[in-house]
Protein backbone atom coordinates (compact mmCIF):
# COMPACT_ATOMS: atom_id res chain seq x y z
CA UNK A 1 0.00 0.00 0.00
CA UNK A 2 1.32 3.25 -0.76
CA UNK A 3 1.47 6.29 1.13
CA UNK A 4 1.20 9.24 -2.12
CA UNK A 5 1.63 12.54 -0.65
CA UNK A 6 -0.07 14.73 -3.25
CA UNK A 7 1.93 17.74 -3.75
CA UNK A 8 0.36 21.12 -2.38
CA UNK A 9 0.42 24.09 -5.53
CA UNK A 10 -2.24 26.76 -7.02
CA UNK A 11 -2.28 28.69 -10.38
CA UNK A 12 -3.84 31.95 -10.92
CA UNK A 13 -5.72 32.96 -13.91
CA UNK A 14 -6.69 36.57 -14.91
CA UNK A 15 -9.80 37.21 -16.18
CA UNK A 16 -10.90 40.29 -18.23
CA UNK A 17 -13.93 42.26 -15.89
CA UNK A 18 -16.32 41.27 -18.22
CA UNK A 19 -19.52 38.88 -18.56
CA UNK A 20 -16.93 36.67 -20.48
CA UNK A 21 -15.34 35.75 -17.12
CA UNK A 22 -18.60 33.73 -15.96
CA UNK A 23 -18.07 31.44 -19.03
CA UNK A 24 -14.33 31.42 -18.62
CA UNK A 25 -14.39 30.71 -15.05
CA UNK A 26 -16.74 27.52 -15.06
CA UNK A 27 -14.71 26.01 -18.25
CA UNK A 28 -11.38 26.53 -16.21
CA UNK A 29 -12.69 24.81 -12.95
CA UNK A 30 -14.27 22.03 -15.13
CA UNK A 31 -11.51 21.33 -16.68
CA UNK A 32 -9.32 20.54 -13.30
CA UNK A 33 -11.83 19.39 -10.81
CA UNK A 34 -14.33 15.44 -10.59
CA UNK A 35 -16.80 16.54 -9.06
CA UNK A 36 -18.72 13.50 -7.04
CA UNK A 37 -21.86 13.83 -9.29
CA UNK A 38 -23.49 16.01 -11.66
CA UNK A 39 -26.03 18.04 -9.13
CA UNK A 40 -22.84 18.89 -6.94
CA UNK A 41 -21.20 20.24 -10.32
CA UNK A 42 -24.30 22.29 -10.58
CA UNK A 43 -24.65 23.65 -7.26
CA UNK A 44 -20.76 24.65 -7.15
CA UNK A 45 -20.55 26.28 -10.28
CA UNK A 46 -24.45 28.24 -9.92
CA UNK A 47 -22.47 29.57 -6.67
CA UNK A 48 -19.10 30.39 -8.41
CA UNK A 49 -21.15 31.86 -11.39
CA UNK A 50 -23.14 34.28 -8.62
CA UNK A 51 -19.47 35.19 -6.97
CA UNK A 52 -17.96 35.62 -10.29
CA UNK A 53 -20.88 37.96 -11.69
CA UNK A 54 -20.60 40.20 -8.37
CA UNK A 55 -16.77 40.46 -9.13
CA UNK A 56 -18.08 42.13 -12.62
CA UNK A 57 -20.43 44.41 -11.52
CA UNK A 58 -18.16 45.95 -8.81
CA UNK A 59 -15.50 46.17 -11.02
CA UNK A 60 -17.79 48.01 -13.32
CA UNK A 61 -19.39 49.86 -10.83
CA UNK A 62 -16.58 51.11 -9.40
CA UNK A 63 -14.83 51.68 -13.21
CA UNK A 64 -12.12 49.33 -12.69
CA UNK A 65 -10.36 48.03 -15.89
CA UNK A 66 -8.00 45.88 -13.59
CA UNK A 67 -8.81 41.54 -14.12
CA UNK A 68 -10.39 39.62 -11.49
CA UNK A 69 -8.51 36.43 -10.46
CA UNK A 70 -9.42 33.40 -10.51
CA UNK A 71 -7.06 31.38 -8.34
CA UNK A 72 -7.25 27.31 -7.91
CA UNK A 73 -5.40 25.93 -4.90
CA UNK A 74 -4.90 21.75 -5.01
CA UNK A 75 -2.82 19.33 -2.20
CA UNK A 76 -3.42 20.21 1.51
CA UNK A 77 -6.25 23.04 0.67
CA UNK A 78 -8.37 22.44 -2.39
CA UNK A 79 -10.43 25.79 -3.09
CA UNK A 80 -11.04 28.31 -5.55
CA UNK A 81 -10.87 31.47 -4.83
CA UNK A 82 -12.40 34.64 -6.38
CA UNK A 83 -10.60 37.90 -6.01
CA UNK A 84 -11.38 41.18 -7.12
CA UNK A 85 -10.90 44.99 -6.31
CA UNK A 86 -14.43 45.78 -5.23
CA UNK A 87 -15.68 46.98 -2.21
CA UNK A 88 -17.04 43.60 -0.48
CA UNK A 89 -19.74 41.95 0.51
CA UNK A 90 -21.92 41.88 3.68
CA UNK A 91 -21.23 38.88 5.34
CA UNK A 92 -24.14 38.45 7.58
CA UNK A 93 -26.65 36.01 5.99
CA UNK A 94 -28.60 37.38 3.20
CA UNK A 95 -32.04 35.79 3.45
CA UNK A 96 -34.39 36.52 0.66
CA UNK A 97 -38.25 36.45 1.76
CA UNK A 98 -40.39 33.93 0.62
CA UNK A 99 -42.16 34.84 -2.63
CA UNK A 100 -40.51 38.30 -2.23
CA UNK A 101 -40.90 39.10 -6.20
CA UNK A 102 -44.61 39.19 -5.67
CA UNK A 103 -43.80 43.04 -5.26
CA UNK A 104 -42.60 45.43 -7.38
CA UNK A 105 -41.44 42.87 -10.27
CA UNK A 106 -38.15 44.45 -9.45
CA UNK A 107 -36.32 41.59 -7.61
CA UNK A 108 -33.09 42.14 -5.90
CA UNK A 109 -30.72 39.62 -8.06
CA UNK A 110 -27.74 40.38 -6.36
CA UNK A 111 -28.77 39.91 -3.00
CA UNK A 112 -30.72 36.91 -4.38
CA UNK A 113 -27.57 35.57 -6.06
CA UNK A 114 -26.04 35.69 -2.60
CA UNK A 115 -28.10 34.20 -0.87
CA UNK A 116 -27.94 31.61 -3.40
CA UNK A 117 -23.94 30.90 -3.32
CA UNK A 118 -24.30 30.48 0.47
CA UNK A 119 -27.18 27.94 0.27
CA UNK A 120 -25.82 26.04 -2.35
CA UNK A 121 -21.56 26.24 -0.69
CA UNK A 122 -22.29 26.57 2.39
CA UNK A 123 -18.50 26.86 3.24
CA UNK A 124 -18.37 30.09 1.66
CA UNK A 125 -15.93 32.44 3.17
CA UNK A 126 -15.54 36.18 1.91
CA UNK A 127 -12.69 38.29 3.24
CA UNK A 128 -12.58 42.34 2.34
CA UNK A 129 -9.58 43.88 2.97
CA UNK A 130 -8.97 48.03 1.64
CA UNK A 131 -7.34 46.15 -1.97
CA UNK A 132 -10.39 44.31 -2.32
CA UNK A 133 -12.38 41.36 -1.78
CA UNK A 134 -11.72 37.64 -1.73
CA UNK A 135 -14.16 35.02 -2.25
CA UNK A 136 -12.96 31.44 -1.24
CA UNK A 137 -15.31 28.04 -2.30
CA UNK A 138 -14.00 24.76 -1.13
CA UNK A 139 -14.09 21.84 -3.27
CA UNK A 140 -14.68 19.71 -0.15
CA UNK A 141 -17.83 17.45 -0.37
CA UNK A 142 -18.21 18.46 -3.59
CA UNK A 143 -15.04 17.21 -5.77
CA UNK A 144 -11.12 17.00 -6.37
CA UNK A 145 -8.87 18.51 -8.48
CA UNK A 146 -7.38 16.15 -10.83
CA UNK B 1 -18.16 11.04 -11.00
CA UNK B 2 -19.56 14.03 -13.35
CA UNK B 3 -17.94 15.01 -16.60
CA UNK B 4 -20.06 17.40 -18.47
CA UNK B 5 -17.06 19.65 -20.95
CA UNK B 6 -18.71 20.23 -24.34
CA UNK B 7 -22.72 20.65 -23.20
CA UNK B 8 -24.10 22.91 -25.05
CA UNK B 9 -24.73 26.30 -23.44
CA UNK B 10 -28.45 26.49 -23.58
CA UNK B 11 -31.44 25.39 -25.76
CA UNK B 12 -34.96 26.48 -26.00
CA UNK B 13 -37.56 24.91 -27.13
CA UNK B 14 -41.24 26.03 -27.52
CA UNK B 15 -43.77 23.38 -28.02
CA UNK B 16 -47.82 24.12 -28.69
CA UNK B 17 -50.18 24.89 -31.50
CA UNK B 18 -50.71 28.98 -32.79
CA UNK B 19 -54.08 29.67 -30.60
CA UNK B 20 -53.44 26.84 -28.65
CA UNK B 21 -53.95 27.72 -24.81
CA UNK B 22 -51.29 25.83 -23.61
CA UNK B 23 -47.36 25.94 -24.35
CA UNK B 24 -44.30 24.16 -22.57
CA UNK B 25 -40.73 25.89 -23.13
CA UNK B 26 -37.86 23.37 -22.49
CA UNK B 27 -34.75 24.81 -21.37
CA UNK B 28 -31.46 22.66 -21.69
CA UNK B 29 -28.29 23.69 -20.14
CA UNK B 30 -26.99 26.75 -18.69
CA UNK B 31 -29.67 29.53 -17.75
CA UNK B 32 -27.95 32.30 -16.48
CA UNK B 33 -26.95 35.98 -17.19
CA UNK B 34 -25.32 34.95 -20.76
CA UNK B 35 -28.68 33.55 -21.79
CA UNK B 36 -31.40 35.33 -20.42
CA UNK B 37 -31.44 37.56 -23.58
CA UNK B 38 -32.14 34.66 -25.53
CA UNK B 39 -34.77 33.13 -23.02
CA UNK B 40 -36.60 36.81 -22.59
CA UNK B 41 -36.99 36.83 -26.72
CA UNK B 42 -38.61 33.53 -26.17
CA UNK B 43 -40.70 34.67 -24.16
CA UNK B 44 -41.61 37.56 -25.78
CA UNK B 45 -42.61 35.21 -28.92
CA UNK B 46 -45.44 33.54 -27.20
CA UNK B 47 -49.23 33.76 -28.09
CA UNK B 48 -51.14 36.10 -26.27
CA UNK B 49 -53.84 33.74 -26.34
CA UNK B 50 -52.29 31.73 -23.77
CA UNK B 51 -53.81 30.75 -21.03
CA UNK B 52 -51.04 28.07 -19.67
CA UNK B 53 -47.37 27.83 -19.76
CA UNK B 54 -44.96 25.62 -18.65
CA UNK B 55 -41.83 25.78 -18.18
CA UNK B 56 -39.66 22.97 -17.81
CA UNK B 57 -36.24 23.71 -16.42
CA UNK B 58 -35.17 19.90 -14.95
CA UNK B 59 -32.84 19.69 -17.84
CA UNK B 60 -30.70 22.67 -17.03
CA UNK B 61 -27.53 22.34 -15.57
CA UNK B 62 -27.12 25.84 -14.12
CA UNK B 63 -29.56 28.33 -13.03
CA UNK B 64 -28.62 31.65 -11.49
CA UNK B 65 -30.65 34.98 -10.09
CA UNK B 66 -30.68 36.65 -13.75
CA UNK B 67 -32.67 33.88 -14.67
CA UNK B 68 -34.87 34.04 -11.61
CA UNK B 69 -35.05 37.68 -12.48
CA UNK B 70 -36.20 36.46 -16.16
CA UNK B 71 -38.80 33.96 -15.22
CA UNK B 72 -40.00 36.62 -12.57
CA UNK B 73 -40.63 38.97 -15.81
CA UNK B 74 -42.28 36.17 -17.16
CA UNK B 75 -44.52 35.75 -14.70
CA UNK B 76 -45.31 39.61 -14.79
CA UNK B 77 -46.33 39.34 -18.54
CA UNK B 78 -48.23 36.22 -17.91
CA UNK B 79 -50.23 37.61 -15.65
CA UNK B 80 -51.19 40.90 -17.92
CA UNK B 81 -52.26 38.02 -19.89
CA UNK B 82 -54.50 35.77 -17.58
CA UNK B 83 -51.92 32.98 -18.41
CA UNK B 84 -51.08 30.52 -15.52
CA UNK B 85 -47.28 29.56 -15.21
CA UNK B 86 -45.89 26.38 -14.06
CA UNK B 87 -42.44 26.02 -13.43
CA UNK B 88 -41.15 22.15 -13.77
CA UNK B 89 -37.50 21.67 -12.25
CA UNK B 90 -36.32 17.85 -10.85
CA UNK B 91 -32.85 18.10 -9.51
CA UNK B 92 -32.06 19.03 -5.62
CA UNK B 93 -29.93 21.90 -6.87
CA UNK B 94 -32.86 23.30 -9.07
CA UNK B 95 -35.42 22.86 -6.13
CA UNK B 96 -32.60 24.57 -3.57
CA UNK B 97 -32.45 27.68 -6.22
CA UNK B 98 -36.52 27.86 -6.21
CA UNK B 99 -36.95 27.87 -2.72
CA UNK B 100 -33.53 29.72 -1.78
CA UNK B 101 -34.53 32.30 -4.25
CA UNK B 102 -38.02 32.68 -2.81
CA UNK B 103 -39.72 31.73 -6.00
CA UNK B 104 -41.45 28.80 -4.90
CA UNK B 105 -44.68 29.57 -5.00
CA UNK B 106 -44.71 32.46 -6.94
CA UNK B 107 -43.74 30.39 -9.75
CA UNK B 108 -45.75 27.44 -8.79
CA UNK B 109 -42.61 25.21 -8.67
CA UNK B 110 -43.56 21.49 -9.30
CA UNK B 111 -41.08 19.03 -8.61
CA UNK B 112 -40.90 15.66 -11.45
CA UNK B 113 -39.23 13.03 -10.89
CA UNK B 114 -35.18 12.96 -12.19
Known amino acids: MTNETRQAGHFRLNLPPT ?8 SAVR ?15 VALTEIVANAVDEHARLGHGRPIVLEVRFGADEVVR ?3 AGEGFSDSPHPVAADSATGNGDPDE ?26 TLPFAGFGIVR | ?3 SSGRLDLEIFVR ?5 PRAEMRVIGEFDRLQVARFDRASAA ?31 ALDRLGCRLEVVVS ?24
Open chain 1, 31 to 45: RVVVFRDSDRESSFL
Open chain 1, 82 to 84: VID
Open chain 2, 16 to 20: GDLDH
Open chain 2, 46 to 76: LSETLQQLTVDLSRTTIIDSAALGSLIRLRH
Open chain 1, 19 to 26: LVSIAISR
Open chain 2, 1 to 3: MSN
Open chain 1, 110 to 135: RGRGLALARALVPTIEFETSRDGTAV
Open chain 2, 91 to 114: TPFQVTVMKVGGLYDFLNVVVADE
